[in-house]
């Protein structure tokens, strides 16, 4: 399955129905800034064509995101080959299209107001190197934002991993054009505290006139939790807790 985006034409998506026919075909890349490639490790019994593609894509410019399906232990070899690519895992396909939705929400500014994200920011935090934790949640408590970022950051699903180990973190909320801009700034406190001081946070925000006014949904981007070039210092390596 390939499609594009009427508004996002620089997306394509790429499974094991295409994969051969761009790396034969390298010129239907022209244009692209992210290729989304879907492996369905239950069915894909080679990576290789996806390493090709991969490999074609960054002679070009393009950042190649690997989206994994159906993981499981017995994909741990598989995986491995991965080390060098940007990589999400998600069970199952209702999963990746709910992901794929919240990509292109991040991506659609609505609003005058909105502090807008590009594909350079999003291809800012997926240059590193390794598995992505991606996670989202939405609330409409008095405390909306600082709720949604703390259940979006436990929906990531980090396991052994902490904030602190996170080079990059994307975080973006999705609110009424009224909610006070301040909540969101005492929401991000949550990322700013439990982070590197290193970490490069990129922060972007859509406004819909059609929400609630107390109505947020936050989604984060966590990565490069693999490749510290330094080592961390254990003062400051706080779990993250809500």
């Given amino acids: 399955m390939l499609w594009g ?17 761009y790396c034969l075909k390298q010129e239907l890349l022209n244009g692209c800034e992210i290729i989304i490639i879907k492996i369905d490790l239950s069915l894909d019994k080679s990576l290789k064509s996806y390493l090709l593609l991969s490999k074609i894509a960054k002679q070009k410019e393009i950042l ?9 232990k017995d994909s741990q070899e598989k995986l491995k080959l991965l080390k060098n690519e940007s990589y999400f895992i998600v069970e199952g396909e209702y999963v990746f299209q709910e992901f ?7 991506l659609s500014p609505k609003g005058e107001g909105d502090i807008c994200l590009d594909i350079a920011d999003f291809k800012t935090v ?7 934790f991606f996670g989202s949640a939405q609330d409409s408590t008095k405390d909306a934002a600082l709720v949604a970022i703390e259940d979006a950051v436990k ?23 009224d909610y006070k ?7 991000m406190e949550i990322i700013y505290e439990h982070t590197h001081y290193e970490t490069n946070i990129i922060l972007g925000t ?21 490749s510290w070039e330094f080592k961390q210092m254990a003062v400051n390596n706080l779990p993250y807790k809500s």
């Fill in 5 to 21: 985006l009427s508004m996002l034409k620089e997306i394509v998506q790429i499974d094991f129905k295409n994969v051969k026919k």
């Fill in 64 to 72: 190649p995101l690997f989206v994994i399906l159906n993981s499981s």
């Fill in 100 to 106: 794929y939705k919240e990509i292109v929400e991040v």
């Fill in 126 to 132: 997926l240059d590193y190197k390794g598995i992505t």
């Fill in 155 to 177: 929906n990531a699903n980090i396991k052994d991993h902490s904030l602190h180990d996170m080079q990059a973190v994307l975080v973006h909320f999705t609110i009424h054009p």
């Fill in 181 to 187: 801009l301040m909540k969101i700034a005492h929401a």
């Fill in 206 to 226: 859509t406004t819909d006139k059609n929400l609630s006014k107390e109505y947020v949904k936050a989604v984060v981007l966590l990565t490069g939790c693999d």
